[in-house]
Structure formats: C-alpha cells, structure tokens
Nanobody, 120 residues
C-alpha cells in the first residue's frame, strides 16, 4: 500500500494551499480518506475526512470553513484545498486511508507527509 502526497511547498498568506494524495495497493472505494497535519510544537490533528462519496465530508480544527476535501475515485486520489491561507496553516500534512467495510474496518494507512509553509 502506498499513499503519496504532492503539492506542498511555499504558499503566500491569503493564497490557496492545494495538496493531492495518490493511493495504490488497496481498493480505494473501501476506504475513507482524510488529511491530517502536524504544526511545529503541536500534535497531529485531523483537518478533513471524506467518505466513499464527496457528499460525506467532515472538517475539524482551525481550517474548518476554509477547507475543501474531495476524492477522485476513478484515479484513486484525494485532494485538499485550504483557502485564505494563514501562517498557522504551516505544517506537515499527511494523507490517510481508513477501512470502512467489514474486512478492513479500522485498518489505517498513512502517507509519509509533505511540508507546507505559509509565509511571505
């Protein structure tokens, strides 16, 4: 199983942060997908999660209201966009897959993480 994040780097304050995660080695539709982040000096926190369909989403934390999570089931990918980026959005962002059907319920896989810095 591989989860590979992309799109990190430097983002201007007020701009949009866009991340993608491509997944291989599992049946994508059998997993809820989520993005988490770990800011310097803080614990990892959930940013957003999407179920099997893009109508099933949950948002948490300080990016709630500015974030959009979406999945592309045809291409085994999940995306995260955070608008009106703030310096406090600076963090290492992680993609995660969580099993939601009986044979894999609760089984969780993680990407290696990608760094995003919001700064002028």
């Amino acid at each position: 199983v591989q989860l590979v994040e992309s799109g990190g780097g430097l983002v201007q304050p007020g701009g949009s942060l866009r991340l993608s995660c491509t997944v291989s080695g599992l049946t994508f539709i059998h997993y809820a997908m989520s993005w988490h982040r770990r800011s310097p000096g803080k614990e990892r926190e959930l940013v957003a999660e999407v179920g099997r369909r893009n109508t099933e989403t949950e948002y948490k934390g300080s990016a709630k209201g500015r974030s959009i999570i979406s999945r592309d089931n045809a291409n085994n990918a999940v995306n995260l966009q955070i608008n009106s980026a703030k310096p406090e959005d600076t963090a290492e962002y992680f993609c995660s897959a969580r099993g939601i059907v009986p044979y894999n319920y609760g089984k969780t896989y993680w990407g290696e993480g990608i760094l995003v810095t919001v700064s002028s």
